[in-house]
């Protein structure tokens, strides 16, 4: 399903930025807009994990609530 593989692309994403705050930020922001409510949800999750191990991605959590 197409929306999965969008999923699973996006924590590609996320992962390969994490090393930059901006660019982690500008992401998620697009993720938001092409994720179901769902994928959010469970992208919130594996953000939060990222946050634990570099605890300057936190800011980008706005744009989750």
């Known amino acids: 399903r197409m929306s ?8 590609i994403v996320l992962n390969k930025v994490s090393f930059d705050t901006t660019l982690f930020c500008k992401e998620v922001q697009k993720a938001l807009q092409r994720l179901l409510p769902y994928e959010i949800e469970e992208l919130k999750l594996f953000i939060q994990k ?3 191990s570099n ?11």
Do not use: G, H, S
């Open 4 to 11: 999965r593989a969008m999923f699973e692309y996006t924590k």
């Open 55 to 65: 605890p300057d991605l936190k800011q980008c959590m706005v744009y989750l609530n």
């Open 50 to 52: 990222l946050v634990t």
